[in-house]
């Protein structure tokens, strides 16, 4: 398979008064074409700061990429300059967020708003990109194009708003999507509509997608491999199957049963007890220690290495680090 995306030891901080937040500490992971890996993870994990990444959209300062490798299609992005930068946003690699309102001008009518990003980037007849426009108003499911196509933002509904901004993402043809919680402002039925239409699209273009949400509810409809995130770590990524049926860390654990699950009804959602830790001055071992149950004495003075448990599942976590198992023999024959 194709490798369109390869993020490699990424370091985001950003400086404050109060002094410099280490927000996402060493995340790896590759992306294939045609597939959707999610990012997962509570608030403030660093997720949406790892996906700004990748679109070069951390304002610096105070913020700042201060390691690590982003590499679309064997170009490393962060060696580009802002110019060249603004000619991959929009064309190759497309980001759609959580309020459509923010991404539509509320002046203009869709029409011109969808025609005008395709011809910002491509010298084309205002023809060819009514054309255009018309198919990607088919593709995200709006019907009566040339009616709607001269109508402003607030004459759609929440729902069809997002699906015009999904049709602004997607009118460059990118080989990258990335949607940062792209349904959470909808409510649950339109949510699965949108979620729908994410399948869809990725049938029809074969375009990659980077969901970014903190619900697993969402996850399970559409995601190829989710990546969880904690404490701007990557801890476990796999498939959707070993997430979700072979979870191997307590966080991941206690993630899906603090969120409600088609497959498992009527059992007791339990949230994770206490708080993530403060990201100006991180620990050096596992940041779960404070709030996992099964934490041991090493967990909080080294951090643990990755296990490969499968082609595509691995792990950090001490549970499975084969250290470990020495550790406790050293300790067995004292
Ligand atoms: Fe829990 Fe230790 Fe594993 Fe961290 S490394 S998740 S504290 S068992
Ligand atoms: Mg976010």
């Known amino acids: 398979m194709e490798k369109i995306l390869e993020v490699d030891n990424l370091h985001v901080t950003f400086t404050t008064y109060g002094g410099t937040v280490k927000a996402v500490r060493g995340v790896n992971f590759d992306l294939y074409k045609g597939e959707t890996l999610a990012i997962v993870g509570e608030s403030g994990c660093g997720k949406s700061v790892t996906s700004n990444a990748i679109m070069?959209?951390?304002?610096?300062?105070?913020?700042?990429?201060?390691?690590?490798?982003?590499?679309?299609?064997g170009r490393e992005l962060t060696k580009l300059s802002e110019k060249e930068m603004r000619s991959i946003r929009g064309v190759d690699i497309s980001m759609i967020f959580q309020d459509p309102m923010t991404a539509l001008n509320p002046t203009l009518t869709i029409g011109s708003q969808l025609m005008e990003g395709l011809r910002q980037h491509h010298t084309i007849s205002r023809d060819q990109a009514k054309k255009k426009a018309f198919e990607m108003m088919d593709l995200v499911g709006i019907p009566n194009p040339e009616e709607r196509l001269k109508q402003y933002p607030h004459q759609f509904s929440g729902g069809m708003r997002q699906r015009i901004v999904i049709a602004m993402a997607l009118i460059c043809e990118p080989e990258l999507l990335i949607a940062d919680e792209?349904?959470?402002a909808l409510d649950v039925t339109i949510q699965a509509q949108i979620l729908e239409l994410f399948g869809k699209i990725q049938e029809q273009t074969g375009v990659s997608i980077i969901l970014?949400?903190?619900?697993?509810?969402v996850v399970a409809k559409i995601a190829d491999r989710i990546a969880v995130m904690y404490?701007?770590?990557?801890i476990e990524v796999g498939t959707k199957r070993e997430i979700?049926?072979?979870?191997?860390h307590p966080y991941t654990k206690g993630l899906l049963k603090?969120?409600?699950r088609l497959d498992l009804q009527g059992e007791k959602l339990v949230p994770i007890d206490g708080t993530p830790p403060d990201l100006f001055s991180p620990p050096i071992g596992c940041p779960f220690t404070a709030r996992c149950p099964l934490a041991m004495e090493v967990c909080d003075k080294v951090y643990p290495n990755s296990s490969q448990l499968s082609d595509t599942h691995e792990v950090d976590c001490w549970l499975q680090d084969e250290r470990a198992k020495q550790l406790l023999a050293a300790t067995a024959t004292k």
Do not use: C, M
């Not at 070069?56 to 299609?73: E, H, Q, T």
């Not at 970014?212 to 509810?217: C, N, P, S």
């Not at 979700?244 to 191997?248: I, R, V």
């Open 56 to 73: 070069r959209l951390i304002p610096d300062p105070p913020g700042k990429i201060s390691n690590g490798i982003i590499k679309f299609k």
């Open 182 to 184: 792209p349904t959470t």
């Open 212 to 217: 970014i949400t903190h619900d697993l509810g």
């Open 231 to 234: 404490a701007g770590k990557i």
């Open 244 to 248: 979700f049926y072979h979870t191997q």
């Open 258 to 260: 603090s969120v409600p």
